[in-house]
């Protein structure tokens, strides 16, 4: 998965938050107002490798009497990304659904060769690079000199693991730049909707210990290039919102 990390740019367009007391929240992945079978959005930009031959397919489908997004991967990859600017003070919690037919049963948390996953969702953040030590810099650039200049300096990755515990979290095994959290673990809800909530805010700041910037895109990947299986997954719509919600 380290084609992915090339190109999760630090992103500064799309839909603007004002901080404020309750703002409404904001649907940055709105997949069940469109029509199944009708091309994505613009806002959202396909990413390919030409050294990766085979990519995940990603379709808008009608399932359980909802458009959602399907993602089909064969030893495959590819990734979605969107623009955004979310302010996570004012707006801390990121919402979604998502639904998985099956494990990818060589998974690995930790390494580069188990680093596929069936769902993966991503936050990007504004970061300077200029915070970082000089040696915390260099590492970077020399990173980007080798696989571009989007590599991002912080990021979340939610992922639905296979049997490591639900909260969890560790280092992604290319870059320590980018957090690993398991969102959903197991195959107990296999083939079943999962609604997540995070505290993008709280996460962040266990992640990388200091407060969290403005959140400046999103990204969906399911892939399975790195251990040559097959996944197919669903993705509902992606909420930010300033409170949790209650569940009975």
Request: proline share 6%; net charge neutral.
């Amino acid at each position: 998965m380290r084609n992915m990390l090339v190109v999760l740019l630090v992103m500064s367009l799309g839909a603007g938050i004002v901080s404020g007391k309750n703002p409404e929240p904001v649907t940055v992945g709105a997949f069940s107002s469109l029509q199944p079978g009708a091309d994505l959005p613009p806002e959202w930009q396909t990413t390919t490798f030409a050294r990766i031959p085979r990519h995940t397919r990603y379709t808008l489908k009608s399932l359980d009497g909802s458009t959602v997004l399907q993602a089909q991967a064969d030893a495959s990859m590819s990734s979605l990304l969107r623009e955004t600017d979310i302010d996570p003070q004012a707006m801390p919690w990121l919402h979604w659904r998502w639904r998985i037919a099956g494990l990818n049963s060589k998974s690995d948390l930790r390494s580069k060769q188990g680093d596929d996953f069936p769902v993966r969702l991503y936050v990007i953040f504004d970061y300077d690079i200029m915070q970082l030590s000089f040696f915390e810099r260099t590492k970077i650039r020399i990173a980007r000199a080798l696989y571009g200049d989007s590599l991002p300096v912080a990021a979340l990755c939610y992922v639905w693991a296979n049997d490591d515990p639900r909260d969890s979290s560790a280092w992604n095994a290319y870059t320590d730049r980018v957090r690993m959290v398991v969102a959903t673990s197991g195959a107990g809800e296999v083939g079943q909707w999962v609604a997540v909530q995070r505290n993008v805010k709280a996460d962040y700041l266990a992640a990388f210990g200091e407060p969290v910037p403005r959140i400046t895109g999103i990204a969906i990947a399911t892939d399975s290039d790195d251990t040559g299986e097959r996944s197919l997954a669903w993705y509902g719509d992606i909420v930010f919102a300033a409170r949790a919600q209650q569940h009975p």
